[in-house]
């Protein structure tokens, strides 16, 4: 499955964005899929994910409660609202997904990545 993330951009603190990743192929409502971020000078880390039918959400507690992700499987895309943006979500937000359907086993296509910028 081919990924391409969109959405990122700047904001100022306390803003919102909401990132899209769209996927290729006819499998996507199968793949678990997830949101990672990597700063720079940072190790990249998990922020959320969502199993194949979008009935289990998982999110890192540093974006609990401010961001959502969510899923349109008629669409092929996976969003990542953001809310409340602080300026230590600064980073490249990747798309991730994962043919096992569960986002507790991994996963094994990655997005190119979006910037994402939150000033003070």
């Known amino acids: 499955v081919q990924l391409v993330e969109s959405g990122g951009g700047l904001v100022q603190a306390g803003g919102s964005l909401r990132l899209s990743c769209a996927a290729s192929?006819?499998?996507?409502?199968?793949?678990?899929m997830g949101w990672f971020r990597q700063a720079p000078g940072k190790e990249r880390e998990f922020v959320a994910a969502?199993?194949?039918?979008?009935?289990?959400?998982y999110y890192a507690d540093s974006v609990k409660g401010r961001f959502t992700i969510s899923r349109d499987n008629a669409k092929n895309t996976v969003y990542l609202q953001m809310n409340s943006l602080k300026p230590e979500d600064t980073a490249v937000y990747y798309c991730a997904a994962g043919h096992s359907g569960s986002p507790l086993d991994g996963f094994d296509s990655w997005g190119q990545g979006t910037q994402v910028t939150v000033s003070s």
């Open positions: 192929g006819r499998t996507f409502s199968s793949y678990a």
């Open positions: 969502i199993s194949w039918s979008g009935a289990n959400t």
